[in-house]
């Protein structure tokens, strides 16, 4: 091959590898939530669009980022998997921050945290933990930290329920088919006021156990830390920024601002 020929070659060749890393840099960044509503955190609407407090801090987050992103929704039992496979890049939908799942995954700083508490009907009473929870029918959502405390607490004292989805967890404790449910508590606080559940109350948050985790925290791959860098230092300016606490306070009436 001539000189002339091995350099148009050669030019060609990196023009081809140049377009490749510019497509792969302008992909949007996906961000994946639970497919099932979880109101205020997220909950698509009947135009196919989705609100509440996490969708409105992704677009801040992006923002802040300069990149284009988009919302994935995923069936939250196979969200690690879905991400593990590379079919989306963040987990933003409520995950806690626990140590088994940071055998699987890579976490952000948290971005919110909120206590585990517990909802029944009203005129119940229920102080101490878990000795008070003996003989009820709870329901709990499968793979969330309320699942783990009562896999671990619960299920030698009282019958525990595990659902796919919280949305199944309120219909049956509405329906009266389980006596009490456990939860994210600000999820809870914004349940009870609903129609629906004009007949329950917010029982009180449970104690702090090391299984609730440290805080919720966008999941990611443990190869990608040039987005979790990137995702970390745009979540510590929006912490640090009055649109949080003015977000936190319109959807929850307090500031969930991590400890963490």
Request: net charge negative; hydrophobic share 40%.
């Amino acid at each position: 091959m001539g000189n002339r020929r091995l350099a148009n070659w050669l030019g060609g060749v990196a023009c081809v590898m140049l377009a490749g890393i510019s497509a792969a840099q302008a992909q949007p960044i996906r961000f994946a939530v639970a497919a099932e509503p979880y109101p205020p955190y997220t909950e698509k609407q009947a135009n196919g669009e989705w609100k509440g407090f996490e969708v409105d801090l992704i677009h801040k987050l992006c923002s802040e980022m300069k990149a284009e992103c988009e919302i994935k929704e995923v069936a939250w039992d196979g969200i690690i998997p879905s991400l593990l496979a590379k079919k989306i890049d963040v987990i933003f939908s409520s995950m806690s921050v626990t140590e088994e799942r940071e055998k699987q995954i890579a976490f952000s700083k948290a971005y919110y945290d909120s206590a585990v508490a517990v909802v029944g009907p009203k005129g119940t009473t229920i102080t101490k933990y878990p000795d008070d929870l003996k003989g009820k029918t709870i329901g709990v959502q499968n793979s969330t930290v309320s699942a783990s405390y009562l896999k671990a607490y619960g299920e030698k004292i009282a019958n525990v329920k595990y659902y796919d989805t919280q949305d199944s967890v309120n219909a049956d404790l509405i329906a009266g088919r389980i006596d009490l449910q456990m939860a994210d508590g600000t999820a809870m606080a914004a349940f009870v006021k609903t129609p629906d559940a004009k007949d329950l109350a917010f029982l009180g948050n449970v104690p702090y156990d090391p299984l609730f985790g440290k805080g919720v925290g966008a999941g990611l791959r443990k190869e990608d830390t040039a987005l979790k860098a990137k995702l970390d230092t745009a979540i510590e300016q929006l912490l640090a920024s009055k649109d949080y606490d003015d977000l936190s306070q319109s959807y929850f009436g307090i500031n969930v601002k991590p400890a963490f």
